[in-house]
């Protein structure tokens, strides 16, 4: 193999042993490289936590900035009453001051200070807790600020090389890097490739689909237009069987509406018709008894009429009487 001087000319087992070696030997680098950048965020916090406890007037803003920390409502709440009371006391002696050099007495704010000055002081002590409660998400926003910043590279380089652990991290990756074996394994590789191709091309020879690097390489693209044209059917697939769902729910949708509507136009008739149907059956009693009623009148007019020719019959029978009787 070592007079091979393309990859080309390999055999079928001699790929295998380069990019088998290859692809194992770049694994343990970027474990170590991951390693490496893991410890190294680990000192860049550690730095940058060391650097903000330093400075008081962080403490103090972040007692100020505590409700915007706030994950709990109670923390929130303990926050807010701690910075409203706070600012009253830091103002009282400014206030009482201006109040005296007017000489026209103490002001609401004053008074109300000097009132409440002990619930004002339990506030101030709930904001505290408030404070402890909001601190930590406070600490770590601003040392994530400061990290992007770069305001403490320098801090934080020259801590991590003095770290043992990345020492010893650069270390190896340096020797794994500049190993002959893997330096030559790497030469022969084509630069083109990406280490995931490496890796699928490594496998078409280790599952016999193909004899050489060029077969090989054919083979994983091959399948890997398979893959993508599998991929993309399953997605066709897919979406077609969504449409289908999405249409028949749509259709079952409209056919319950038109359902519904159907049946509400026929309860309407419905209703429609029986109302209609009282309403004449209504009006047929109305005219019976319209006509009953007539009857009843003409009826009774026509029984009035035969007693009043009666009684005028009567009362001329006895006029009569009366006239032979003289």
Known sequence: MAENNSIDNLSRQDLLTVLGGFIKQTEQINEIKHKYHSRYDDIAHEVVRTEYKKEPKNLVIAYFLAPFSSSTFFSWLFALLGD?????????????????????????????????????????????????????????DWVEKAIKKGTYNNEIDA????????????????????DATYQQYRSLIPQDFERYDIIGIYNMLLHYRADNFKEAVIAWFQHCAEVEAKARHDREVKEQHDREVRQAELAKRQAELQAKQQAEQQAELAKQQAELQ?????????????????????????????RKNAEKRRDQAILDIADRLK
């Open 84 to 140: 409203y009371a706070l600012i009253l006391l830091l103002f009282l002696p400014i206030n009482f001051i201006k109040d005296l050099s007017r000489g026209a007495g103490l002001s609401n704010i004053t008074y109300y200070t000097l009132n409440n000055l002990g619930l004002l002081l339990l506030w101030v002590l709930l904001g505290i807790i408030g404070y402890f409660m909001g601190r930590k998400n406070y600490m770590q």
């Open 159 to 178: 801590a991590a090389d003095s770290d043992p652990q990345i020492i010893d991290y650069k270390n190896k990756r340096t020797s794994l890097v500049s």
């Open 278 to 306: 009282a309403e004449l059956q209504a009006k047929a009693i109305i005219s019976a008894l319209k006509s009953e009623a007539a009857r009843n009148y003409h009826d009774d007019r026509f029984e009035r009429q035969r």
